[in-house]
């Protein structure tokens, strides 16, 4: 199963990782992500600000992409 976690770098020195997550943020729920060309799997290739909720852009079993949204914390 491949999955998503975070990790926050220095805005002036992107060599330093300031943050990770110790647990992952996303992974395959849904059939489509779960079946495929590689199954089990979910590669988030971007992410968007839109008002108060993140978008992630994300491909599931290198066959489908899609797009799942989460509350942005002030």
Same mark, same amino acid.
């Given at each position: 199963?491949?999955?998503?976690? !975070?990790? %926050?770098?220095?805005?002036?020195?992107?060599? #330093?990782?300031?943050?990770?997550?110790?647990?992952?943020?996303?992974?395959?729920?849904?059939?489509?992500?779960?079946?495929?060309?590689?199954?089990?799997? !979910?590669? %988030?290739?971007?992410?968007?600000?839109?008002? #108060?909720?993140?978008?992630?852009?994300?491909g599931g079993a290198d066959k489908y992409v899609g797009?799942?949204?989460?509350?942005?914390?002030?």
């Amino acid at each position: 199963m491949y999955r998503t976690g !975070v990790a %926050v770098f220095d805005r002036n020195d992107p060599r #330093k990782l300031i943050s990770r997550s110790d647990t992952p943020i996303f992974e395959p729920e849904r059939d489509w992500e779960k079946s495929g060309q590689v199954p089990n799997v !979910v590669f %988030v290739e971007g992410m968007v600000r839109q008002g #108060k909720r993140y978008l992630f852009y994300y491909g599931g079993a290198d066959k489908y992409v899609g797009v799942a949204e989460a509350p942005a914390i002030e």
